[in-house]
């Protein structure tokens, strides 16, 4: 299978990779395959359009954590964090600053650029072997991690699971610490796939534009028609 590298963005990144070869430090091999992304009727919570449907997707490398403050500035010369600390996940970065990001990631490690930057116009090379954020249905399914509960913890997520709002549980559980601010990367357990961080502590962007999904059974899905508003996931601190 063809591998590909993906970054996570508060808002804040985490990068996956379209290279061949072994991937750089920080990253790990998601294997690919099917899933069903969505939700199903009865899970609580669930909004009107996240109707379910299979998904098939190749494999990629992602980065395990959220791009750090310290990884963000080395490459950009800046940080525009409201919360510093070199290890804590760099947020207030726009869409735009995170494809850059990816851009400049890929220059400087002498890899083509995934992103043809022309004004505010922002096209995919898909044949490009460098940096990049992950497709809605790559997020999903690398935060998923083979389960299929509402988080990859199972039917419920804690505070000591994950760095969210405790005192806004997932449907009538039990209330928990309300941190109030991001916390460094890795904080807390990995899911199987050995990704950090993708429930809670800040939200990271993804290529996708919003928009109605297909019905049906897809491969590699991405939403590339402009809308207005780009996707991220993986809720956050405050959230």
Request: proline fraction near 6%.
């Amino acid at each position: 299978m063809k591998k590909i590298i993906i970054i996570s963005m508060f808002l804040t990144a985490v990068v996956t990779y379209s290279h061949s070869a072994e991937p750089p430090f920080g990253f790990v091999l998601v294997n690919g395959g099917s899933f069903m992304i969505g939700s199903p009727a009865n899970e609580i919570g669930r909004s009107s359009n996240e109707m379910q449907r299979q998904i098939t997707l190749n494999s990629f490398y992602m980065g395990k954590n959220e791009v750090t403050q310290a990884e963000y500035q080395e490459l950009t010369g800046v940080n525009p964090s409201f919360f510093k600390g070199e290890n804590l996940p760099v947020e207030q970065v726009t869409w735009f600053e995170a494809v850059i990001y990816c851009n400049l990631r890929s220059e400087k490690e002498g890899l083509e650029t995934v992103y043809i930057i022309n004004g505010n116009n922002v096209t995919w090379n898909k044949n490009a072997k460098g940096y990049r954020l992950p497709t809605e249905a790559e997020w999903e399914y690398a935060c998923r991690a083979g389960t299929t509960t509402p988080f990859s913890t199972g039917i419920n997520i804690t505070s000591d699971q994950a760095n969210y709002n405790g005192n806004q549980p997932y449907g009538n559980n039990t209330r928990g610490i309300n941190r109030a601010t991001p916390i460094p990367v890795g904080s807390f357990e990995p899911n199987i796939f050995g990704l950090y961080d993708m429930h809670g502590n800040v939200g990271e962007w993804c290529w996708d534009w919003l928009a109605e999904y297909a019905k049906g059974p897809q491969s590699d899905p991405s939403n590339e028609k402009p809308s207005g508003y780009r996707i991220f996931r993986g809720g956050g601190w405050n959230h």
